[in-house]
Structures are given as C-alpha cells and as structure tokens.
Antibody, heavy 121, light 107 residues
C-alpha cells in the first residue's frame, strides 16, 4: 500500500535549521509530487509548498520563500523539507503529503504521520 | 490568496443525526474544493474532492455539494468514528489554502 514515513521529532534552537525527511513506498515515486503542510499545535493546516518528484520543480508559499528548500532523492524515494532561521512560531507538526491523483495538483493523499518540530531556547 | 472560512465552529451532534458543515471561499473556485477529516493525533485524510466526489474508500454517508464560493459537507448519519475536525481546502489557485476547520463533537 502507499505509505509515507517521516523522520522523528526534532527540538531546535531559534535561528537553527531543520531538515525533515519523508520516505515513500508502494508506488512509483517519480510519478507524483510531494507537498508539505504544517500545523501548529491545536491550530489549522498551512500548505508550505510542493515539489515534483519527476523533475524537481518547486512551488513555495510566498511566506516561506527564502527560508525553505524542498528536495527529493529518487534513488531512495525520499523527499526532504529544510526550514532555516527557525523562530518560535515555527513550532508545529510538519506533514508530507503526496499528490492524491496522478497528474492532478492540489489534492493531498496519503499523508505522512507528521514530524513535530519544537523551536525553543 | 483565496481565503477559506468554515461554519459552524464547533458542531455538536448526536450519533445517528445528520451533520451539515459549510465552507465559503473569498472568490470563485469553481468546483476545486476538497474536504479532509482529521482525528486527534492523526494526519488528515482526504474525503471529498471536486466538491462532490468521494475519495477511494470513503463511506457513502459522506457527501459534498456546491460550486463557486459556497460548499457543503453532509454526513447523513453520524457514526462514532466520525467525531473529528473537518477542513475544506481550495486547489483552484496557488497557494492552496485551508479553512480553519469545523470540530464535530458529541452532543
């Protein structure tokens, strides 16, 4: 079955960077894009951006541009999201989510289990 | 950016009752609207896309309707496993945006 497994929870100091991984299985990795969505504790969902696993093209939400980099490694079917210059308000669960339908951008399914990134001094 | 709003917040329902959730977009998004369900401690799950098409494996008691700026998710007969937070999301234009969610809890 299609599955996305994310790396473990992280604790970072303000100003540091974090890199979250998302390992895919059960489908042809390069055929679908990977999206990143975050959720502050007890809050709603915020789309951060998308990367095409086919050609590496990225689309970032404007508020994250300059601070986020999304990459993929097709040899290991893994997507990565790096967020730099962390602030306390970056404390959130970070989810990867595959494009739900082949060649259809904007729908997310399935999702990874989430990675909690805590930013604290 | 398209701003999504949802009502009511929250919605208290008894098992077996019908639940009707609303979502509004700040501009027309045609039928490019999805609904997700999120249970505590879990990732969201896609329920509905294209405003009215159920995703694979989603029970028939979930239905969606609407187009343009006004949308509705209906759960015809609420089951115990349906108590959760429901988010609408538009995918008509970048950036993709979510509503704030409607929590469906036990009356």
């Amino acid at each position: 079955q299609v599955q996305l497994v994310q790396s473990g929870d992280e604790v970072k100091q303000p100003g540091a960077s974090v890199k979250v991984s998302c390992k895919a299985s059960g489908y042809t990795f390069a055929s679908y894009g990977i999206n990143w969505v975050r959720q502050a504790p007890g809050q709603g969902l915020e789309w951060m951006g998308r990367i095409s696993a086919y050609n590496g093209d990225t689309n970032y939400e404007r508020k994250f541009q300059g601070r986020v980099t999304m990459t993929t490694d097709t040899s290991t079917s893994t997507a990565y999201m790096e967020l730099r210059s962390l602030r306390s308000d970056d404390t959130a669960f970070y989810y990867c989510a595959r494009d739900a339908i082949l060649r259809y951008i904007g729908l997310f399914d399935p999702w990874g289990q989430g990675t909690l990134v805590t930013v604290s001094s | 950016e398209v701003v999504m709003t949802q009502s009511p917040a929250p919605l208290s329902v008894s098992p077996g009752e019908r639940a009707t959730l609303s979502c509004r977009a700040s501009q027309s998004i045609s039928s490019n609207l999805a609904w997700y369900q999120q249970k505590p401690g879990q990732a969201p799950r896609l329920l509905i896309y294209g405003a009215s098409t159920r995703a694979t494996g989603i029970p028939a008691r979930f239905s969606g309707s609407g187009s343009g700026t006004e949308f509705t998710l209906t759960i015809s007969s609420l089951q115990s496993e349906d108590f959760a937070v429901y988010y609408c999301q538009q995918y008509s234009t970048w950036p993709f945006t979510f509503g704030p969610g409607t929590k469906v809890d036990l009356k």
